[in-house]
């Protein structure tokens, strides 16, 4: 590296001397009209230079382009090479598609929730960005012509097709940011007043659920072991602490009964689950009906709906398009929605079983988007199993496949502003910081970095995109793994958003383009500051953010 960047400054200084010699030399010399070959003294011009000769500003683009990125090359050495950093970390950083730095990173490795990304990739690749959910009412056609005296014989027919946002209003309100999701209510308000038009007061059936579109009795994969480890593919803690819902193709809010009032990470433990997710979606519906004025005699069941041929619709709700969903699902890492997006994508191909989808997205990463899945293991959807792999090189092709205007990178939190990363604090450094190597001191960000962080108790992962001021795409990625790591205090989260290595490495990449006020701070470039090492303590609780 130092080497190079001699080479580098040696040219540079080169350039600069050839630019001032000849501007000096063009600023003496005048045309005689007379005669185009003769050249005359004029004597000292009066020239303004607002930027100094020796300036990285005034060489060439083939001279800049060079330094710049060794000054990004060395500022993102010193994020990861401080002594604390975990021998297992992959990292791979791109400047407009072109490799600017690669280590390890063809070594597959836990992502925790960069798991997400490939999730949101197959799903927007496989269904489209504006595919919607439908979750719709049925009653018998033959019952609805067989009505008389305001009673309708059999069952209303609530039919769930994966909907993973499907939310009551008491549900969505809890949250401290607006919050995509599909109004169960209105669902409600459509299948009563359907009713009462055709002179129904009284159902003698019930509400009964039809989750059959995902059919198997899959509501979480604690339960499932993986061999040869012999160990289950989520630990029971993540069930116990509502780290993901229940799963069915007809989940009502993430799949709880009951709820507290505010939605932050605090007290999120008190959610309530549902034991049978279908179920109690077809009881809130019961209760929703009778409070608009319609009678609902039996108890709501579950059940399989006739065929469509036989059902007449009372009412529909159609869910927002996938990129808004996978935003909800990227951006405040939501587990739930990542694992219903999981057995969508597996029920578009051969089967909605965890074992069957994520053998889907092996397909899908190979065949449709022509990504290499060597040594990849794909355990879950969301990231929390241990025994998924992935490799730096997998994530940052996936977002540099996407690029910076794509459902898939916009979707992606905002530093210090949305989602997982509001309370993230990274720190841009300035163009003049250059006598700090790491690049770490000076203003906040102020160009947008969409990101995507994991961690669980041994991974610290964080994956994204920035456009610099002067245009160019940075894409990066990086995984550590160690026992034990968010112990270290090195690498503990700050408020649950970002540690100080994703902070260190946002602000690396969001300092870009990087160029010294002269050439002179490229051949003495001051030494760089001790890391600073955050001593707080940490819970230690698996987070799958």
């Known amino acids: 590296m130092a080497r190079m960047r001699r080479i580098l400054v040696s040219i540079l200084l080169a350039a600069l001397a050839t630019t001032a010699v000849g501007s000096y030399v063009q600023a003496r010399r005048i045309n005689a009209d007379s005669d185009p070959g003769w050249v005359s003294d004029a004597g000292p011009p009066e020239m303004v230079v607002s930027t100094p000769l020796l300036n990285v500003r005034r060489t060439p683009s083939w001279l800049s382009g060079p330094v710049t990125e060794a000054r990004l090359f060395e500022r993102l050495s010193g994020v990861a090479d401080l002594p604390s950093a975990p021998p297992q970390t992959c990292r791979a950083v791109y400047r407009n598609g072109e490799l600017v730095m690669s280590e390890q990173a063809g070594v597959p490795l836990v992502p925790s929730s960069l798991m997400k990304i490939v999730t949101a990739a197959v799903i927007l690749e496989t269904a489209g960005p504006e595919a919607t959910f439908t979750t719709e009412v049925f009653v018998r056609t033959a019952d609805l012509s067989a009505a008389a005296g305001g009673v309708l014989a059999g069952d209303v027919y609530l039919v769930g097709r994966g909907d993973p946002v499907l939310s009551t209003l008491s549900y969505i309100r809890r949250f401290p940011e607006p919050m995509v999701h ?8 459509q299948a009563a007043a359907s009713l009462r038009d055709r002179g129904i007061s009284v159902v003698e059936g019930s509400v009964l659920a039809d989750e059959s579109r995902f059919p198997e009795a899959e509501r979480d994969y604690s339960g499932q072991i993986v061999q040869p480890s012999n160990q289950p593919i989520w630990k029971q ?7 993901v819902g229940p799963l069915s193709a007809l989940l009502l809010n993430d799949g709880y009964v ?32 009778e409070a608009r004025g319609i009678r609902i005699a039996a108890q709501a069941s579950k059940g399989t709906a006739p065929p469509l041929s036989e059902l007449h619709s009372l009412g529909s709700v159609e869910s927002p398009p996938m990129s808004e969903i996978v935003a909800r699902m990227l951006r405040y890492s939501d587990n739930t ?21 994520v053998t889907d997205v092996h397909d899908v990463l190979e065949r449709l988007l022509g990504v290499s899945t060597t040594g990849i293991v794909i355990a879950d959807g969301s990231g929390l199993s241990l025994h998924n792999r992935l490799t730096c090189d997998l994530i940052a092709g996936l977002l540099l496949r996407a690029g910076p205007d794509s459902p898939l990178v916009s979707g992606l939190a905002v530093v210090g502003e949305s989602g997982t990363l509001r309370e993230c604090e990274a720190e841009q450094p300035s163009d003049e910081a250059v006598a700090d190597s790491s690049g770490l001191t000076g203003g906040a960000v102020d160009q947008p970095v969409w990101a995507k962080t994991g961690t669980l108790n041994d991974v610290s992962a964080l994956a994204g995109v920035t456009v610099a001021r002067n245009g160019d795409v940075l894409t990066f990625a990086l995984i550590s793994n ?3 790591l968010i112990f270290d205090p090195a690498w503990q989260r700050q408020a649950l958003s970002c540690n100080a290595f994703q902070e260190d490495l946002i602000a690396a990449a969001a300092g870009h383009p990087y160029g010294p006020s002269s050439a ?18 940490d819970t230690g609780t698996d987070t799958g953010q």
Do not use: C, W
């Open 520 to 537: 002179d701070a490229l051949l003495h470039p001051q030494p760089a500051r001790a890391p600073v090492v955050d001593t707080g303590t």
């Open 337 to 357: 929605t990542a694992e219903m997006l999981l057995k969508d994508i597996g029920r578009r191909f051969s089967g909605s079983a965890r074992a069957e989808a």
């Open 182 to 189: 599909t109004d169960f209510t209105d669902l409600a308000v």
């Open 258 to 289: 009951s709820f507290p009032a505010s939605a932050d990470y605090a007290s999120r433990r008190e959610n309530v689950r549902a034991v049978d997710p279908a179920l109690h979606a077809a009881q809130v519906l019961d209760g929703l009906i």
């Open 237 to 243: 803690s993540y069930v116990n602490s509502n780290q």
């Open 482 to 484: 160690r026992d034990g």
